[in-house]
């Protein structure tokens, strides 16, 4: 089946930096994708939706400024958490669209904010 | 707005007894469902998913999903757990087949005993 790539699964960084996760479709072109948080326990919360060559449309309550996501070409998609900070420490997913509109979910990123 | 109910947080059977996991809707509308099953440190793997038609719906590694529209149902079964099944399971429901609406359960971590 088709294929994405996050990178990196898990990253550690100090409170104020910058971190990028990365986005792959490793095996179609996804105009489409889809960065979700979630929270131990709770289900996968719907952050933004990345269009390729285009800006994101972020949902109701999250901060474009600090989750800024790019999706400069049809088989990367970005999330740089900026200036983060401990309680933005989750489990970031992807997902990318394929033509025929299923989903497709990355492995995920664990992000801790110490 | 649509939602999705996940009334056990977890679940424990026994290996080789059957499974049932409990997912209710709210929309609206027909609503598309769907659930997907997360091993530890994974991403989403999607198991089966409903649209239209024959409401007993067949997926992969074994599962099937009754569509129950007078209960707002979509409960997932499996005849025979193994203990490779041992994962979180998510229920979604959607607007359209085309995925970017979902609204995901909290999930259901299933334990399997031996």
């Known amino acids: 089946g088709a294929v994405v790539s996050q990178h990196p699964s898990r990253v550690i960084c100090k409170s104020g930096t910058s971190v990028k996760i990365e986005c792959r479709s490793l095996d179609f072109q996804a105009t489409t994708m889809f960065w979700y948080r979630q929270f131990p326990k709770q289900s996968l919360m719907l952050m933004a939706t990345s269009n390729e060559g285009s800006k994101a449309t972020y949902e109701q309550g999250v901060e474009k400024d600090k989750f800024l996501i790019n999706h400069a070409s049809l088989t990367l998609s970005t999330l740089t958490v900026t200036s983060a900070h401990p309680e933005d420490s989750s489990f970031y997913i992807c997902?990318?669209?394929?033509?025929?509109?299923?989903?497709?979910f990355g492995e995920g990123s664990r992000l801790t904010v110490l | 707005a649509q939602s999705v109910t996940q009334p056990d947080i977890h679940i424990t059977v026994s290996e080789g007894a059957s499974l049932e996991l409990r997912c209710n809707y709210s929309?609206?509308?027909?609503?598309?469902l769907f659930w997907y099953v997360q091993s530890p440190g994974q991403g989403l793997q999607l198991l089966l998913k409903?649209?239209?038609?024959?409401?007993l719906v067949q997926g992969i590694k074994g599962f099937e999903a009754e569509f129950k529209r007078s209960q707002s149902s979509f409960n997932l079964r499996k005849p025979s757990v193994h203990w490779s099944d041992a994962a979180e399971y998510f229920c979604a429901v959607g607007a359209n087949s085309g995925y970017s609406t979902l609204t995901f359960g909290k999930g259901t971590m299933l334990l399997v005993s031996p």
């Open positions: 997902s990318a669209a394929r033509g025929t509109g299923e989903l497709f």
């Open positions: 409903y649209f239209s038609g024959d409401t």
């Open positions: 929309y609206g509308a027909t609503p598309y």
